[in-house]
């Protein structure tokens, strides 16, 4: 793979992040309320938020605390939590990891449900079996994630006690038992989206002309399945689950938030509900960072199973 093609993606990513972090900035401005308003609460006057305010940098016009934040940023600060009085970048560095992990056992749980039941579904086209698949992922793409998330956590987990309610664990065997259930619940959307793209690309490929040939050379039905028929299909798939891996990390606030689980979306809405400029800055960035992230390595995953696209 070309290093001009992976430095083109990457500069391609700088006017978005610079975006997202202007755009960020001034829509924390006009949320109803100010940071000084949601500290002192009942005991709020006139007086003491204009103080408040004044202390944390608040009554300047906006360019200059804009500019106050990039300089900052350039210097790797991310300022201090307005309610916390603890540094931006602490706080992310705990609670990331928790998300991060979340993302990923959902997007493994998401694949490894959706590739092979789309292929069963594929292969046994228009018969029973496709349309019971189907019909049980149609149910993931109709209702919302915090619905779905509801009912595990109040069956699965309240009723027959399954699994724990919240909590994240200490271990790796712990996390992976505590983070099953909202996993599941964000890979259960996701693989909706997957089993259909995929089920409908597998189909197109097994009509291919080279898949008849390479039957004809006596080729095993799964080297002709995994070789070449897989391999094909996957290229937009592999796009489209890297573009809903950005969704999940957006889909965790809510699921965090319904499992009470200590990410950095649980955090997201506290700090959202707390006016915590700092917090939601810095959290909207890392957020595109990571998106950025993933869509460059789905872009690099996508050349790499169609070199023709370095080429475009």
Do not use: C
Not at 96 to 104: G, Q
Not at 189 to 212: C, G, K, P, Q
Not at 234 to 259: D, H, K, Q, R
């Amino acid at each position: 793979m070309r290093a001009s093609y992976v430095a083109k993606r990457l500069l391609q990513t700088i006017p978005t992040l610079f975006a997202v972090l202007l755009l960020t900035f001034l829509l924390v401005r006009l949320l109803p309320g100010d940071p000084a308003s949601a500290i002192l609460g009942d005991r709020a006057t006139p007086e003491i938020v204009e103080r408040t305010n004044r202390q944390l940098g608040l009554d300047r016009p906006l360019p200059v605390q804009f500019g106050i934040f990039l300089q900052r940023l350039a210097q790797g600060d991310l300022g201090e939590s307005i309610s916390l009085k603890v540094p931006v970048l602490r706080l992310i560095g705990e609670r990331l990891p928790v998300t991060l992990f979340l993302t990923a056992y959902a997007a493994v749980l998401g694949a490894l449900l959706a590739i092979p039941l789309a292929v069963l579904a594929a292969v046994h086209r228009n018969r029973w079996i496709d349309n019971l698949i189907r019909a049980v992922f149609q149910v993931g793409l109709s209702l919302p994630v915090f619905y779905i998330a509801l009912q595990l956590l109040t069956l699965l987990g309240a009723r027959l006690h399954w699994f724990p309610i919240g909590g994240y664990g200490d271990t790796f065997g712990e996390h992976l038992y505590h983070l099953f259930l909202p996993a599941f619940t964000l890979a259960f959307n996701l693989a909706a989206v997957l089993m259909r793209t995929l089920r409908n690309s597998v189909i197109e490929v097994l009509t291919a002309e080279y898949v008849e040939f390479a039957r004809a050379k006596g080729l095993r039905g799964r080297v002709v399945m995994t070789r070449h028929v897989l391999r094909n299909a996957m290229i937009s798939t592999v796009t489209l689950l890297g573009m809903n891996i950005g969704a999940l990390i957006g889909g965790a606030v809510i699921t965090e938030t319904v499992f009470a689980i200590p990410g950095v979306g649980r955090l997201m809405v506290d700090a959202i509900f707390g006016r915590d400029y700092p917090v939601i800055q810095g959290l909207t960035m890392t957020f595109a960072v990571l998106v950025s992230l993933v869509f460059l390595i789905t872009d690099l995953l996508h050349a790499r199973l169609d070199p023709r696209i370095e080429h475009s």
